[in-house]
């Protein structure tokens, strides 16, 4: 079985050596890279299963990269991981709104980080498929193909944003709760705020063209309209 293949950008030369070297010493194969428009070029030619970035980089800042990458046909799909010494939660909920997977700050366990790639891996890989093709109330998600449509028009998603529609859409009716949306969107583990899933939500109305379809449920979450309003 091939290697997994992850693209690190990141300035922090001494940093990057490190987790180099613990990625390598797991089997992962490393591709580096030390500024924003260097990591773009080698994400866009070399197209790895996964890409750590560093949020302040110099050249093209990681917010540009991430934004980037997901405005690519063959690198919008590719799990990012933001590595970032910003804790603000502004930044965090700006990074996750243009289409990052996990966020990590500085300073991080190695461990915990590897964890995170893992995990990522692990959920896009998919151990368990359900059916590959669910529809409800004109929505139409196709596993297989990574696409999603509303009343035949493909709408384009990030791989957060996809996984957190068909988390509901596969479940019409059902309340839930914005942890029980970040453990199937963003992954069991990570450390998010819990208004991260809301400007998700936000942007998936607006995708999606109205707020009828995703209900929020006071005190609780969300959750996808089961059936034409009375």
């Known amino acids: 079985m091939a290697r997994m293949r992850v693209l690190i950008i990141e300035d922090e030369r ?6 180099v070297f613990n990625l390598e010493k797991e ?25 750590l970035l560093d949020l302040m980089l110099p050249i093209l800042g990681g917010l540009d990269v991430c934004r980037e990458l997901r405005a690519g046909e063959r690198t919008r799909d590719i799990p990012i991981v933001m590595l970032t010494a910003k804790a603000e939660e502004t930044d965090q909920l700006v990074g996750f709104s243009l289409g990052a ?22 959920r896009v890989e998919g151990t368990v498929e359900p059916a590959d ?6 929505v139409r ?20 944003e996809f996984r957190l529609l068909e988390c509901l859409v596969r479940q ?12 199937s969107a963003i992954g069991d583990g990570a450390v998010v705020l819990e208004r991260t899933i809301d400007v998700h939500i936000k942007t998936l109305r607006r995708k999606l063209g109205t707020a009828d379809l995703i209900e929020t449920v006071r ?5 996808f309209r089961e059936g034409a309003n009375a």
């Open 219 to 223: 005190g609780v979450g969300y959750r």
């Open 172 to 183: 019409p009716g059902r309340a839930f709760t914005r942890h029980q949306l970040m453990d």
């Open 133 to 138: 093709i669910v529809e409800h109330m004109g």
């Open 141 to 160: 998600i196709d596993r297989v193909r990574h696409r999603a449509l509303v009343d035949g028009k493909e709408i384009d998603l990030t791989p957060t």
């Open 27 to 51: 089997g992962y194969e490393v591709i580096v890279a030390h500024d924003g428009q260097e990591g773009l070029r080698k994400a866009q030619t070399q197209l790895p299963d996964l890409i």
């Open 14 to 19: 001494a940093l990057t050596e490190v987790v």
């Open 101 to 122: 997977d996990d966020y990590v700050t500085k300073p991080f366990s190695i461990k915990v980080l590897l964890q995170r790639i893992k995990a990522l891996h692990r």
